[in-house]
């Protein structure tokens, strides 16, 4: 009975391990995904508009994503691919953030970046960016992109392996939600009303 357990405990561990590397998109099992209800697509359906406005566009006080993923783009479903246009006025930044369920290729355009991400070591990796560089920050890693030139913006392309890689921003995640104050007190090894004041400076 033992080893009917272990072998038994042995192909679930097995299976979970297989699900957890094949994790990501699922595969579909047409050409391509309508959302329920759409008449017959024609190449509208497969075309996205949403960066012409970038094109000869003023560039924005603070910086900005523009995405092209499922939600924006519905063709993308199940294509297991998004994209994203990131602008950095000067002096600006991208905060410390993760994508759950895809890594980044970042390809820089113009302008400089300072970039980095933390490996589960908590090995910090930088590099400092010039236009026509491309860094690949991995799957589920927190990361950054710094925009230190003060006059200059600078402008990125992201590509993702995923329709909806989801973004976490690590200061909004933890300081703009319902985690007792306390919680993160002692997370950060401070006091509550140093947490306060963060929250404060989040929000404002």
Do not use: W
């Not at 970042?106 to 990796?125: E, P, W």
């Not at 200059?152 to 992201?158: K, T």
């Not at 890689?165 to 509550?192: Q, Y």
């Amino acid at each position: 009975m033992d080893s009917c357990k272990k072998l038994l405990f042995l192909v679930i561990t097995t299976l979970a391990i297989a699900e957890m590397a094949m994790a990501g998109d699922p595969d579909i099992l047409t050409d391509f995904v309508l959302p329920p209800n759409s008449p017959p697509p024609d190449g509208n359906f497969f075309t996205y508009t949403g960066f012409r406005s970038l094109i000869d566009g003023p560039f924005p006080p603070t910086f900005k994503a523009v995405k092209a993923a499922a939600e924006q783009f519905p063709a993308l479903d199940g294509q297991s691919v998004s994209l994203a246009v990131l602008i950095y006025p000067a002096g600006t930044l991208n905060p410390v953030h993760t994508h759950p369920r895809s890594a980044e290729l970042l390809f820089l355009t113009r302008g400089t970046l300072q970039v980095g991400f933390v490996d589960t070591a908590n090995k910090l990796y930088t590099q400092t960016l010039q236009q026509g560089d491309l860094f690949v920050f991995p799957k589920g890693l927190v990361h950054f992109q710094y925009n230190a030139d003060p006059k200059s913006p600078a402008v990125a392309v992201s590509a993702f392996g995923s329709a909806n890689a989801g973004t976490v921003s690590l200061p909004n995640g933890l300081f703009n939600s319902t985690i007792d104050d306390g919680v993160l007190a002692l997370s950060f090894k401070t006091d509550v009303a140093t947490i306060q004041k963060i929250k404060a400076g989040i929000k404002g």
